[in-house]
């Protein structure tokens, strides 16, 4: 796929958010999004990545630290084939990074068709 500038990648973002599924949002609570050129580690493959505990696992409300949801514009951009794609891979791996907060794991999400 070519280069995009940030402001077209942030309008695809934009477009993305809004196709998320009803209710996968309901329960976020003290959940940030950030966008990322590329993962810490210079992994380019890794497309997203959850960072924090799943709800079922927190203890007395209020305490707990933010969690954070990474995507990784460059390596998005990499994988799409154009734009059409870039936004559908956008909405995978934002609701499979939102599934991690929720508590499913990995192989339950390749089964539900979000790997």
């Given at each position: ?71 990784y514009r460059d390596?998005l951009i990499d ?37």
């Amino acid at each position: 796929m070519e280069a995009l500038s940030d402001e077209e990648f942030d309008a695809i973002l934009e477009e993305a958010l809004d196709l998320l599924p009803a209710g996968v949002t309901e329960q976020l609570d003290n959940v940030a999004l950030f966008v990322e050129d590329r993962p810490e580690g210079g992994d380019r493959h890794l497309l997203g990545l959850y960072d924090g505990t799943p709800i079922g696992e927190r203890g007395i409300a209020g305490y707990e630290m933010p969690d954070n949801i990474f995507i990784y514009r460059d390596n998005l951009i990499d994988f799409a084939e154009d734009r059409d794609h870039l936004r559908e891979e956008i909405v995978i791996t934002i609701v499979h990074e939102i599934a991690h907060f929720y508590g499913l794991d990995d192989d339950r999400l390749h089964e539900l068709g979000w790997g």
